[in-house]
Structures are given as structure tokens and as C-alpha cells.
């Protein structure tokens, strides 16, 4: 991903800024795993299936990754270390009779070369959930679909369910507001003084009706590039309790109670815009799927990468028996 972009959702990233599962040592794990490609545009985009063992046809999670440059397994490449809670996920899942798919973001891993910035649009990654959502549904495997957002992939998600007409839709640590306001929240949070939030607001809304930004902090100048204005303009026309609302089968949102990048009032308010949502809290849960009672930021952001954390047996269960249960919706 060219550094540019790389900067700029790194930093929406990080200023949104247990029990482990498993088998014993050499036992076979009771899932199989396959590689899986998606050409796209003529790019290509790849990703992990994992299936159960067995030949009764099960459910399929599809994971969407939430901002900035994150791989298959969820990790963040502007952070030092792998903490791995998709791929612990997606893992755990897979021992209780549920096949998953994740995959590397446009930029990122194995889909390096499938990103242009001038060109990325929040609808690409839209069509990319739908792509490999339509990959799935061919797979005779599969029982069901469901789609898992996180963060960012939580909006992303909810046009390609639409789209899909998948089974199931589960929101993880996803926002309750716009982009443009999620950016204005962020920059409260980190002390700019009145004028200055009063200026990237009016620079914001220079970009939503397609005019040159000017007026903003310095320091946030990767964020109206031209380069990415493109991309930024696509994002602020989505809120996301509008969308969710235009969903007609049950919906599954989960919040962590000690998450500071999106937090429990977002959980909330996506939950109250659908008469079909279920909120479900798990307590001291992190923005990365990582349970530390700490709030205490930097203690946090240690935690997102710390490989000796698991994701929580709850949060596991949640989405197992929510997927499960969506067979009988298909």
C-alpha cells in the first residue's frame, strides 16, 4: 500500500484508537484449511477458508476487516506484533462446526498489490465483501451465510448483506456515526482546542461537497490529499444506523465494555435502529477482541498485540450459535 494511504488509515486506526480455546499438542485440529483467491479488476485479492471436518453442510462467516491496514488474521501493519484475533476467531469457530473466511485488505498481505488510492472508493470494499460473499454461496458446503464487520467492516457489511440477501449480520465494535463525525469525536478526544475542531469540521465539509479543503490543522493533512478525497467523500455519504435499519433479518451487535475507539452508547444506537437487533456486551473487551480491564489507552493498544491474549470464549459462542441458528432462515 503506498505510504501515503497507509499513514492515513493507520492513523483512523489507532486514534479510533481468557480463556484461550484449542487442542492439545499434536492432536489434529478438526478443521481443514484452504487457500482461497478472488480476482478482482484484474487484481487479486486472497484469504483463508476454514472448513470443519465432516460432510454435513455448515454455516460460513465471512469477516470484514475494520480500517486501516489490516490482514487476514486482524492484525494492524502500522502495529508492532500480531495479536491475531481474527484468525483466533475464525479458528475457534471452526472447532464448534462453523467454516469462516477472512482475507487480507486491498493493500495489505497476499492483496498487496490491489490497492490504487486515487481510485478507492468505501464502495470497493463493499463490492469486495459481496464478491467473496458470492464465492461462498456457490460453495455447496455451506448452509448459510453470515457477515461479521468489525470496526469499519461493520458498515461495510451492511450494504453487502442487502446485497447478498445473507442469513445472517453481525456488527462488531462498529460505529454508531458517520465518518466525518467519528473523525470529529476522535479529534476531541485529543484535546484540539474549539477553533481547530471548527476548522477541520468546515474542511470536512469542503470534501463532502467536492470542493478543495482548506483551513485544517497541519498535522491532519494526509487526510485531505487529493489523493484520498476521493475515498473519504464515498465514506462520509454512509451513517450507519440509516443502513442497519434497512435490514430485515436478525442482527447481532456486539460491543467490548472497555473499547475506546468505538464504545458501548455506538453498541446502543445501531442496536435501538433495528427492531430485529440483539446487543450483547462482554465485559473489558478492547477495540481488537482482547479482554484488558485496564483503561488506561496505552496498556490497551500493548494488548491488540500481545499473541498470549485470546479472543473471549463468549464473544465465540455469541457469533457460533447466532450462525448456527440462521440454517433455519435460508
Not at 125 to 153: C, N, Q
Request: glycine share 8%; hydrophobic share 40%; with cysteine.
Amino acid at each position: 500500500m503506498p505510504l501515503l494511504h497507509r499513514r492515513l488509515f493507520a492513523g483512523l486506526v489507532l486514534s479510533l484508537a481468557v480463556c484461550a480455546s484449542g487442542v492439545a499438542a499434536g492432536e489434529a485440529e478438526p478443521f481443514v484449511s484452504e487457500a482461497r483467491e478472488l480476482p478482482s479488476g484484474g487484481d487479486t485479492l486472497r484469504g483463508t477458508l476454514l472448513v470443519p471436518a465432516g460432510n454435513k453442510p455448515t454455516p460460513v462467516v465471512l469477516f470484514l476487516p475494520g480500517s486501516g491496514p489490516m490482514d487476514r488474521d486482524g492484525n494492524a501493519a502500522s502495529l508492532p506484533g500480531k495479536g491475531n484475533p481474527t484468525r483466533q476467531m475464525a479458528e475457534d469457530l471452526a472447532r464448534q462446526g462453523v467454516a469462516s473466511l477472512r482475507f487480507d485488505k486491498r493493500g495489505i498481505g497476499q492483496s498487496k498489490m490491489a490497492a490504487k488510492p486515487d481510485t478507492l472508493r468505501f464502495e470497493t470494499y463493499i463490492d469486495d465483501a459481496v464478491a467473496w460473499g458470492e464465492m461462498l454461496r456457490k460453495d455447496p458446503r455451506f448452509s448459510s451465510l453470515t457477515i461479521v464487520g468489525h470496526s469499519e467492516g461493520s458498515l461495510i457489511g451492511m450494504p453487502a448483506v442487502r446485497k447478498l440477501k445473507a442469513e445472517g449480520y453481525v456488527s462488531l465494535a462498529g460505529s454508531s456515526l458517520p465518518a466525518k463525525d467519528i473523525l470529529m469525536r476522535q479529534f476531541a478526544g485529543a484535546g484540539l482546542a474549539e477553533a481547530d475542531l471548527k476548522a477541520m469540521r468546515n474542511a470536512f465539509e469542503q470534501v463532502e461537497r467536492g470542493e478543495p479543503a482548506s483551513g485544517y490543522v497541519p498535522a491532519y493533512a494526509m487526510l485531505f490529499h487529493p489523493d484520498v478525497q476521493g475515498y473519504m467523500r464515498s465514506w462520509m455519504a454512509y451513517d450507519p444506523t440509516v443502513e442497519i435499519a434497512k435490514l430485515k433479518q436478525p442482527i447481532l451487535v456486539i460491543q467490548g465494555t472497555n473499547d475506546f475507539q468505538t464504545v458501548v452508547d455506538d453498541a446502543r444506537r445501531l442496536a435501538a435502529a433495528s427492531k430485529s437487533a440483539k446487543l450483547v456486551l462482554i465485559e473489558n473487551m478492547t477495540h481488537f477482541l482482547k479482554v484488558e480491564p485496564s483503561p488506561d489507552r496505552m496498556v490497551q493498544v500493548a494488548s491488540y498485540t500481545d499473541p498470549k491474549l485470546h479472543v473471549p470464549a463468549q464473544l465465540v459462542s455469541e457469533i457460533a450459535t447466532y450462525a448456527k441458528a440462521r440454517d433455519k432462515a435460508r
